[in-house]
């Protein structure tokens, strides 16, 4: 009886033995790629804290400027290099980088220096990656830290005793999909103390974008919520260094400024130790 009922089916469907085929192909090829899907995700949520902390380490690294938003807006942006470099490895893994920051003329002379620690964030947080800054014990120690051979550097142990007291603290995710930025991040709304210039907090926002960019928007505010410190009009746009500076040769940018400008460059940003940095 069974076996007559498939006979009848088969000759019914007039090569629906073939058919059933082409059914049972897609059927697999469907479960092999949700299995591949699958697979992958979870390799990835294996991976990502650390992952994420070794991308954002190496996103930061290297040396790059605000020259193509000084030359843009030159009333509310100047030329700064932003040189960032590995210090050492804490014990439980996180990074230790060495940050300063100076103008294009004078890069010997950083007015701001600081180590940043990164490291995944804590489980119970809904982020990917902590980056938090820190005073450093002997600033002269470590300017122009990145540009000097290995051997002329304070070693690894130097590094750990000379962080200093805590800045401040960014907590970074992961971009969404189809977004310019890799990273991004801020201060919590409340910020960090800071006593510059009237300032009783400051906050930092970050963003790591896929060609390179750094985007830093540190500002200062006084008790009454009044911003008295940090540009107004936007972040600092960080961008790689060019493979060839030929092309700026003979740019406004790279000639001497006058003494007025100086000052007023000097005045905008607060040149000392109590600026924050992230």
């Avoid at 390179?212 to 928007?217: A, L, Q, R, S």
Wanted: net charge neutral.
């Amino acid at each position: 009886m069974g076996s007559g009922e498939d006979t009848g089916a088969g000759v019914a469907g007039g090569g629906g033995g073939g058919a059933g085929g082409v059914v049972r192909g897609a059927v697999l090829k469907a479960l092999v790629v949700v299995g591949g899907v699958l697979l992958l995700r979870r390799l990835r949520r294996s991976t990502t804290r650390w992952d994420h902390t070794r991308a954002v380490v190496d996103a930061l690294s290297g040396e790059k400027f605000s020259r193509e938003q000084a030359r843009k807006d030159p009333d509310n942006y100047f030329n700064l290099r932003m040189l960032t470099c590995p210090a050492t490895e804490m014990v439980d893994g996180s990074r230790v980088l060495y940050f300063e920051q100076a103008f294009w003329r004078s890069p010997e002379k950083p007015y701001r220096q600081r180590f940043y620690m990164v490291k995944p964030c804590p489980k119970d947080m809904k982020c990917d990656v902590e980056l938090s800054s820190y005073a450093i014990r002997d600033v002269e120690e470590y300017k122009n830290f990145c540009d000097r051979p290995k051997d002329q550097r304070p070693q690894p142990e130097e590094v750990i005793a000379d962080i200093a007291e805590h800045l401040t603290t960014i907590h970074l995710s992961r971009c969404e999909r189809g977004k310019r930025c890799l990273y991004k991040g801020s201060t919590p709304p409340e910020g960090f103390p800071n006593s510059w210039s009237g300032a009783t907090y400051c906050t930092s926002d970050l963003s790591i974008h896929k060609n390179g960019e750094v985007h830093i928007w540190d500002k200062g505010f006084d008790d009454d919520g009044n911003q008295v410190w940090g540009t107004k009009a936007g972040p600092y746009e960080f961008k790689p260094a060019p493979k060839s500076n030929y092309d700026d040769m003979f740019s406004p940018l790279n000639f001497s400024a006058p003494l007025t400008l100086e000052k007023k460059i000097e005045s905008s940003f607060a040149i000392d130790d109590q600026y924050p940095v992230y």
